[in-house]
């Protein structure tokens, strides 16, 4: 009952930006916290950020800190995530999902058994 189309992927040079948009139908999306993943062929899928339903708490991986930005616009039912300084290691199909716990409930954050929907994923590619 829920869809999820992430967009603003694509292939920049090291030490570019990009900021992905992930665009959730269906209702009742403030009620609920968002997060990305990325995946690299070969590769596990990997905790990219989260963001609370309110927009006031936010999580991110150790390897995104302090370079990516996740935010979210409940009026529009979006939630985007802002690439800085991006490197080619950050290459990865970029997923929007969506956190199926309570937010109080942190103990899968971090991992994808704790989203319950996935978008399509975006490419991002970084040279170097």
């Known amino acids: 009952q829920v869809a999820l189309v992430e967009s603003g992927g694509g292939l920049v040079p090291a030490g570019a930006s990009l900021k992905l948009a992930c665009a959730v139908s269906g209702r009742a999306f403030s009620r609920y916290s968002m997060g990305w993943f990325r995946q690299a062929p070969g590769k596990e899928r990997q905790f990219v950020a989260f963001?609370?339903?309110?927009?006031?708490?936010?999580y991110y991986g150790d390897s995104v800190k302090g370079r990516f930005t996740i935010s979210r616009d409940n009026a529009k039912n979006a939630v985007y995530l802002q690439m800085d300084s991006l490197k080619p290691e950050d290459t990865a199909v970029y997923y929007c999902a969506r956190y199926s716990r309570v937010f109080e409930d942190t103990s899968d954050l971090y991992t994808s058994a704790g989203y319950d929907y996935w978008g399509q994923g975006t490419q991002v590619t970084v040279s170097q």
């Open positions: 963001i609370a339903s309110s927009g006031g708490s936010t």
